[in-house]
């Protein structure tokens, strides 16, 4: 069974500041996927990764398979980014299996 | 919008009853995948279909049981309900099954059980 470790659960930032959130996890995998849930609940998958480095907007997810880890930065931080982040690695024998970190809520103070 | 749709959004019953989600995935997708979020379990992987068939099994109960159909909806039956299946339920879906496909969220059906 993989275990997953997010740290920090919780982190309060001020806008603008640079945001990094950290993903470990034991055995080994063929991707990972970080989703971002809002408070209203929804899940929006942000990245999905087997390698290297990712870049949408204002995000960045690396991972290194290796060392069984992954994070998420945020730059320029904005309080529309307030909301849980949950790493996901899939499992590596292809059923697309996700286990799920408990996830970090991320608060941006204007 | 990610293209997945949920129905219902709410869902408001007593224990021992019986329930039915519904999941149509994004057009063209052909696996579906159900999770259950829970306060105290967190995010979980209950049961992936693809084309029809059951592909993968994690922590789902006997009591729950799931289908896709031919035209790919997928339907999870919760019955015998009990205070601990209140939840978040989504449905996420992705083209195959390949390792690398990403997964699109449905926006869930937040179910109580009174």
């Known amino acids: 069974k993989n275990e997953v470790e997010q740290s920090p659960q919780n982190l309060t930032a001020q806008e603008g500041e640079f945001i990094t959130i950290n993903c470990s996890y034991s055995?080994?995998?063929?991707?990972l996927h970080w989703l971002q849930q809002h408070p209203g609940g929804g899940i929006v998958s942000l990245f999905m990764?087997?390698?290297g480095k990712k870049k949408h907007g204002r995000l960045i997810a690396t991972i290194n398979i290796q060392e069984k880890h992954s994070s998420l930065h945020i730059t320029a931080s904005h309080p529309r980014d307030s909301a849980v982040y949950i790493c996901?690695?899939?499992?590596?024998?292809?059923?697309?299996?996700?286990?799920f970190g408990t996830g970090t809520r991320l608060t941006i103070i204007p | 919008d990610s293209g997945v749709t949920q129905t219902p959004k709410h869902l408001i019953t007593a224990t021992g009853q019986r329930v039915t989600l519904r999941c149509s995935p994004r057009s063209g997708d052909l696996s579906v995948y159900w999770y259950q979020q829970s306060l105290d379990q967190g995010l979980q992987f209950l049961i992936q279909y693809y084309n029809g068939e059951e592909r993968a099994k994690g922590n789902i109960l006997e009591r729950f049981s799931a289908q896709q159909f031919p035209d790919l909806h997928s339907e999870l039956n919760l019955s015998s309900l009990e205070l601990g299946d209140s939840a978040l339920y989504f449905c996420?879906?992705?083209?195959?099954?390949?390792?690398?496909?990403?997964?699109?969220f449905g926006p869930g059906t937040r179910l109580t059980v009174l």
């Open positions: 055995v080994g995998i063929s991707a």
């Open positions: 990764l087997s390698s």
């Open positions: 996420a879906s992705s083209p195959g099954t390949s390792g690398y496909n990403e997964q699109f």
């Open positions: 996901a690695p899939r499992d590596l024998f292809g059923n697309e299996k996700l286990t």
